[in-house]
Nanobody, 125 residues
Framework: VQLVESGVGLVHSWGSLRLSCVVSGFTLDYSTITWFRQAPGKEREGVLCVDRINSATVYADSVRGRFTASSDKPKNTAYLQMNSLKPEDTAVYYC???????????????????WGQGTQVTVSS
């Protein structure tokens, strides 16, 4: 089982960036993908969850209306589209799965998830 994020980026404020999460060893037909992020000196926070029918649950109010999540099941790839980026969005972004077929109302404890290695997103002002 593996999750690999890509889309390392340095963008200016108000720019856009799309992160990808390629999974192997399991299928997105039955598992959700949750995006987390961790900014320097802060705790990891849940951002968005996307389920097998591309219904997304927003966990972080600060990204509502700016970030969307989707998945392409034939490609075994999930995406995090980030628009109108702000310097406070600077963080390491992770994709993860908790093996559920529906997104939970709130993120679960970290131990419930299998994680990717993370990818750095830096937004300059």
């Amino acid at each position: 089982v593996q999750l690999v994020e890509s889309g390392v980026g340095l963008v200016h404020s108000w720019g856009s960036l799309r992160l990808s999460c390629v999974v192997s060893g399991f299928t997105l037909d039955y598992s959700t993908i949750t995006w987390f992020r961790q900014a320097p000196g802060k705790e990891r926070e849940g951002v968005l969850c996307v389920d097998r029918i591309n219904s997304a649950t927003v966990y972080a109010d600060s990204v509502r209306g700016r970030f969307t999540a989707s998945s392409d099941k034939p490609k075994n790839t999930a995406y995090l589209q980030m628009n109108s980026l702000k310097p406070e969005d600077t963080a390491v972004y992770y994709c993860a799965t908790n093996w559920n077929n529906r997104c939970t109302a709130t993120p679960q404890e970290a131990g419930f998830y299998t994680w990717g290695q993370g990818t750095q997103v830096t937004v300059s002002s």
